[in-house]
């Protein structure tokens, strides 16, 4: 445990070291127990924030509804999360091999979930200022942001230290899925936009 504890304070102090602590081989479950952790207390913080927002009510209160989409987002969300931090590792992994890279898919998988520990930061200033009052809401989404880039900092980090890439190579990893998908929902929006009037016109 004082290993586990002595990594998380390296994430911050001295992320390359720790990332290369990491690679060499830490017990499986550790990047599992943080990277769970770190989800479930993001999510908690949003549920206790952020249920009065979804509401829409006109008087502050929470309505059933919100209260109940935003416990069952809770419930789900570590599962959703586990299984998309898997499938980033593995979608990275392929691409960093395309490009040159040699190295762990496990390895990665490991890095991605220490990764995460900035957004206890993130989302603990985040609750603070949420529940100082509406005038705060918009530093707590900037604290997230802030949260979110240094995350992606890390992850990049990650990919050069369990792959030996060069910067531009690693961040090539990160955009190549996301220019990917920008363009299937354009191709997407471009087919299914024709119908869009007959579909309307047939609701008239």
Sequence with gaps: ????????????????????????????????????????????????????????????????????????????????ALTYWFSKAAIWHLLAEFLGGRGSGSALFSCLGFASVPLLVGYGVAGVLGTAGAAFGAGAWFFCLLAGIWVLILEVLALQEVYSLSGSRALAVVAIPLVVLVVLVLIGVALLAPAVPELFGEMH
């Design 1 to 80: 445990m004082k290993e586990l504890l002595e990594l998380v304070f390296l994430i911050f102090a001295r992320p390359r070291s720790a990332l290369r602590r990491i690679r060499e081989g830490v017990p499986w479950w550790w990047p599992v127990v943080v990277f769970c952790l770190v989800q479930l207390f993001t999510q908690s913080v949003g549920l206790a924030t952020g249920i009065g927002d979804l509401s829409g009510d006109l008087g502050g209160a929470s309505s059933p509804l919100a209260e109940t989409v935003a416990r069952q987002a809770w419930v789900l969300g570590v599962p959703l």
